[in-house]
């Protein structure tokens, strides 16, 4: 079975520019997190997709960060413009409803 | 904010050795899980135990919950250099709905020595 596969790996933008982070999720998960991770830190939701519509995006900086789900499958994760405390790994996770998440490799940005 | 948080932060054994980590939560939970993460990669899934359970195995693993004292430990046998890793507890709250959320703690960096 594929996991979850995640793209690009690792990313270094100035900020104020634009980043987007892809997701493809295991086939059949209707359930698609985007975590961020800090150094150091636990894993931190910023938005849950429930097929493709948002269940919780409670802590998605709005003024900054988008995310869309297209037809229940894949999803794109962007910030724009970036600042530098958006360093930090974006992972991906993905599920069926109530289940254990299944984490993409995940996507490492510097903003410098 | 964050619903579990582990203890201790850190731990350093040699192998062969037993680790013990805990994790102590707020909220009434559905269930209580434990991943791993090496570094630089994603996190893996170790197990899961619901709040009617009180003790789980899985190979060298035994998780056990106190739902009383909203606290879980994750216990590691036989440790092994490969268990080198940051361990972390989530939790998955009691309301239902659509809104399962998981919410993950902060940690905890074990590193196992040859």
């Known amino acids: 079975e594929a996991g979850v596969a995640q793209s690009p790996r690792y990313k270094i933008i100035e900020k104020r520019q634009s980043v987007a982070f892809w997701c493809n999720p295991i086939s059949g998960h209707a359930t698609l997190y985007w975590y961020q991770q800090i150094l150091g830190q636990g894993p931190k939701l910023l938005i849950q997709?429930?097929?493709?519509?948002?269940?919780?995006d409670s802590q998605l900086p709005k003024d900054r960060f988008s995310a869309e789900r297209l037809k229940g499958v894949d999803s794109t994760l962007k910030i724009q413009p970036a600042k530098l405390e958006d360093s930090a790994v974006y992972l991906c996770a993905s599920s069926t409803y109530g289940g254990e998440l299944f984490f993409g490799e995940g996507s490492r940005l510097t903003v410098l | 904010s964050q619903q579990g948080e582990e203890d201790p932060q850190a731990l350093s054994i040699q192998e062969g050795e037993n680790a013990t980590m805990n994790c102590s939560y707020k909220t009434s939970i559905n269930n209580l899980q434990w991943y791993r993460q090496n570094s630089g990669r994603g996190l893996v899934h170790l197990i899961l135990i619901r709040s009617n359970e009180r003790e789980k195995h899985s190979g060298r693993l035994r998780v056990t919950l106190d739902t009383s004292k909203k606290s879980s430990s994750l216990l590691i046998t036989a440790s092994r250099a490969a268990d080198t890793a940051s361990y972390f507890c989530?939790?998955?709250?009691?309301?239902?709905?659509?809104?399962?959320?998981?919410?993950f703690g902060k940690g905890t960096l074990l590193t196992v020595n040859p």
């Open positions: 989530a939790t998955g709250p009691n309301s239902g709905g659509s809104n399962y959320k998981l919410t």
């Open positions: 997709f429930q097929n493709n519509g948002v269940v919780d």
